[in-house]
């Protein structure tokens, strides 16, 4: 299976990260690990015949993948392998989320209800909030990966500051993409049920969690969080998103977009 074999791929990028001194093995592990996904998502996309993020399973696939690419992207540009450590880790979440939670998130391709037929923007509401998730998991994995050096590893002051930096790079990606699927998805909503805002579930906490973010982006661009707290403050802020992703489907249940994205919440 491509998914299985993708998780392999994962391990070993991350395992060659720790164990080689040459970047470019890590790097052709994840270039491979990209390569298996994309025919993975290209063969669902042609079986079903439309974008590959209309339940919970493809989601999380979707944000994993998609995280990968974005971070060997900014890696690239930036000439910082750390993105490539971040790509890698939160992929390797997601690809052990569709492993083992089986009955939290299943393969399987279902009807769609009519309003998430428009392939448009459900290709581009859906994927670029999904995206945006991906995003803010890179600045999650790095600042957990601060927390944890911290506590049990020589980290210095200087250290701390220049992984903030790559922190703070990834917020600001996964914060304008949100932005971006929050005003796609109102436009969406007037044009399916005439209105652009509603207050539904899923629509409060993707506001809730854009103005979570933008409050850190401000707070660190103005210095009012300070390097200690800023890995603490992001590490918990990605909690807001699991909220808005998982939580309004698995525990509120209730609200327009509850249908089709999970088999525990509402359909």
């Not at 982006?217 to 998103?241: D, P, Q």
Request: a positive charge; glycine letters at 8%.
């Amino acid at each position: 299976q491509l998914t299985r074999i993708a998780f392999a791929l994962t391990l070993l990028g991350l395992a060659a990260l720790v164990l080689f001194k040459k970047f470019n093995i890590a790097l052709g592990f994840a270039t491979l690990t990209v390569i298996t996904q994309t025919v993975y998502i290209a063969l669902r996309v042609y079986i079903s015949g439309r974008a590959p993020i209309t339940n919970m399973y493809e989601t999380v696939i979707f944000s994993g993948y998609g995280a990968l690419v974005l971070s060997m992207i900014i890696g690239h540009l930036k000439g910082e392998k750390t993105y490539v450590y971040m790509g890698l880790a939160y992929n390797l979440c997601t690809l052990m989320m569709i492993t083992f939670a089986t009955n939290m998130v299943s393969p399987s391709i279902s009807p769609l209800v009519p309003v998430l037929r428009d392939n448009f923007w459900l290709s581009t509401h859906v994927t670029t909030i999904i995206m945006s998730y991906g995003a803010l998991a890179l600045s999650w994995i790095l600042a957990n990966t601060i927390l944890f050096r911290r506590a049990f590893t020589d980290f210095s002051d200087k250290d701390e500051t220049y992984y903030n930096d790559l922190i703070y790079t990834t917020l600001k990606y996964g914060t304008i993409m949100l932005a971006a699927g929050i005003i796609l998805g109102g436009v969406w909503a007037d044009y399916s049920w005439g209105r652009f805002w509603g207050w539904d579930p899923k629509e409060t906490w993707s506001l809730i969690v854009l103005c979570i973010y933008m409050a850190i982006l401000h707070a660190k661009y103005t210095n009012w969080i300070n390097n200690a707290r800023f890995a603490s403050l992001v590490a918990g802020a990605f909690m807001s998103v699991m909220m808005a992703w998982f939580g309004v489907n698995y525990i509120l249940a209730t609200g327009l977009h509850s249908y089709g994205f999970s088999q525990g919440g509402a359909y």
